[in-house]
């Protein structure tokens, strides 16, 4: 029983430092992660600005 629960707490700490790790360095937008120095990001080009609903 003292097994599983060392092992319970350690997945506990390794799922909250992953997502730590994660949100912070992969919490980007794709305009902000795929748009290279040369690129002009227009409104238009943004998905905040796209009408998806098809109206």
Known sequence: MKAFGM???TAVVLAIGASVILEGTLG??????FAAPS????????V??????GH
Do not use: P
Not at 28 to 33: G, L, P
Not at 39 to 46: I, K
Not at 48 to 53: A, L, P, V, W
């Open 7 to 9: 092992a319970l707490a």
């Open 28 to 33: 980007r937008t794709a305009d902000e992660t």
């Open 39 to 46: 690129v002009r990001l227009s409104e238009e080009n943004t």
């Open 48 to 53: 905040q600005h796209r009408n998806f609903t």
